[in-house]
């Protein structure tokens, strides 16, 4: 089962950008790499998934190395309300989603 | 289209009470997963069902835990003769694929906080 490691805290100013690198470096040939963010008292929502080099969507980009073995979420300009809990996963067939403790976010005025 | 719903909230029962979860997945979605989260920490899988079957139940509890995911009608998580050890926030999420599609992607509801008094 790959395991993720990602810093358990961060913090930032409005206006900057975030960038949060999880490493796995057991990660298998067909493994996605997922990450989710979790505000208080909500459940988890998708924020991007990748399998290599870079995906950008509208939210964040996400940036992976030709080896794999780690990640990188990108937020680009960050708010008051992107201070979440950021959850990076690494998918493998017929196995749950594995939620480790995450990266806890918090943007500053 | 409505995402995943959860009922209630919130709910409060006493040492050995039955507590009852439900979880309605997004339309279209037959694939549904339960996780549980203690406070500041991640959330823990619990079991996945589809349509009448479970999948996979190894993080659920041996005792007192069960699951199901009827043909017509929400996915009922069911905790017997509840402790205060089962007070946590249970989140149900469902996806149109299942976890043999390993991009597949998950929604999640708004959790059920249980609290055991």
């Known amino acids: 089962l790959a395991k993720t490691t990602q810093p358990i805290s961060m913090d930032s100013y409005e206006g900057q950008e975030v960038n949060i690198t999880c490493s796995h470096n057991?990660?298998?040939?067909?493994?996605?790499i997922t990450w989710y963010q979790q505000f208080p008292s909500q459940g988890p929502r998708f924020i991007i998934q990748?399998?290599?080099t870079k995906v950008t969507n509208e939210v964040a980009s996400l940036f992976i190395p030709a080896d794999r073995k780690s990640s990188t979420l990108s937020l680009p300009r960050v708010s008051l309300s992107d201070t979440a809990v950021y959850y990076c996963?690494?998918?493998?067939?017929?196995?749950?989603?594995?939620f480790g403790k995450g990266t806890r976010l918090s943007v500053i005025a | 289209n409505a995402g995943v719903m959860q009922n209630p909230r919130h709910l409060v029962r006493r040492r050995g009470q039955e507590a009852r979860l439900r979880c309605s997945p997004m339309?279209?979605?037959?694939?549904v997963y339960w996780y549980r989260q203690l406070p500041e920490e991640g959330l823990k899988f619990m079991v996945y069902l589809q349509k009448e079957n479970i999948i996979d139940e190894s993080g659920m509890p041996k005792e007192r835990f069960s699951a199901e995911f009827p043909k017509e009608g929400p996915s009922i998580l069911r905790i017997q003769q509840v402790v205060r050890g089962d007070s946590a926030a249970y989140f149900c999420a469902s996806s149109e694929l299942g976890w043999d599609r390993i991009n597949t992607e998950a929604f999640f509801g708004q959790g059920t906080r249980l609290t055991v008094v």
């Open positions: 996963l690494v998918g493998e067939e017929n196995t749950p989603l594995v």
């Open positions: 990748g399998y290599k």
């Open positions: 057991n990660i298998a040939t067909n493994d996605y």
């Open positions: 339309k279209g979605h037959s694939h």
